[in-house]
Antibody, heavy 119, light 108 residues
Framework: QVQLQESGPGLVKPSETLSLTCNVSDASVNSHTHYWDWIRQSPGKGLEWIGSIYYTGHTYYSTSLRGRLALSVDPSRNHFSLRLHAVTAADTAIYFC???????????WGLGLMVTVSS | DIQMTQSPPSVSASVGDTVTITCRATQAINRWLAWYQHRAGEPPKLLIYAASNLIGGVPTRFSGSGSGTEFTLTINNLQPEDFGTYYCQQANSLPPWIFGGGTRVDIK
């Protein structure tokens, strides 16, 4: 069974950089048939797709975060990562990592990690 | 960007009832639509892809229909384990991949 698990800090100060990692089990981030994505859910709101990375390193970013968001993939550790710069309170959310098929469906998700931006 | 509107925002139903959730897209997306179930403390779960294809292991009381701009998720014979929030997602060829606002299903 494919499993994804987010890890990282639960609290980040405003203006700092949020770094999260998604560890993947029973699947390879070197897959030619899947992308690796990040989705977040702000308090009281719905799901917001924020970015995607392919094993080649090719990325897609949400226009709302472009310029602050950087995704990377590490096949040697079978994980992928997110770095979000200059965070504000608006970045407070549950961050999910997910695997996306070539047909753009998210077939496996992590449990999610709550990240609060506060001083 | 394509926007997705779900209705109703919430529904309370009894075991055995039929629940219908609607999702509308601002542009035609053919059948590029998925439905997810999200229960607290669990990862979101893909139920249906390409509008009407049930993921293996998902009970057949779940069904999806529609194409173009209007889609429906139907839960027949509602069971206690079906509580949670349901989201649609447009899976068009280009990002961003937008989710509907969600429909919370409560069991009476």
């Amino acid at each position: 069974q494919v499993q994804l698990q987010e890890s990282g800090p639960g609290l980040v100060k405003p203006s700092e950089t949020l770094s999260l990692t998604c560890n993947v089990s029973d699947a390879s981030v070197n897959s030619h048939t899947h992308y690796w994505d990040w989705i977040r859910q702000s308090p009281g709101k719905g799901l917001e797709w924020i970015g995607s990375i392919y094993y080649t390193g090719h990325t897609y970013y949400s226009t709302s975060l472009r310029g602050r968001l950087a995704l990377s993939v590490d096949p040697s550790r079978n994980h992928f990562s997110l770095r979000l710069h200059a965070v504000t309170a608006a970045d407070t959310a549950i961050y999910f990592c997910a695997r996306r098929t070539l047909d753009n469906f998210f077939d496996y998700w992590g449990l999610g990690l709550m990240v609060t931006v506060s001083s | 960007d394509i926007q997705m509107t779900q209705s109703p925002p919430s529904v309370s139903a009894s075991v055995g009832d039929t629940v219908t959730i609607t999702c509308r897209a601002t542009q035609a997306i053919n059948r590029w639509l998925a439905w997810y179930q999200h229960r607290a403390g669990e990862p979101p779960k893909l139920l249906i892809y390409a509008a009407s294809n049930l993921i293996g292991g998902v009970p057949t009381r779940f069904s999806g229909s529609g194409s173009g701009t209007e889609f429906t998720l139907t839960i027949n014979n509602l069971q206690p384990e079906d509580f949670g929030t349901y989201y649609c997602q447009q899976a068009n060829s280009l990002p961003p991949w937008i989710f509907g606002g969600g429909t919370r299903v409560d069991i009476k």
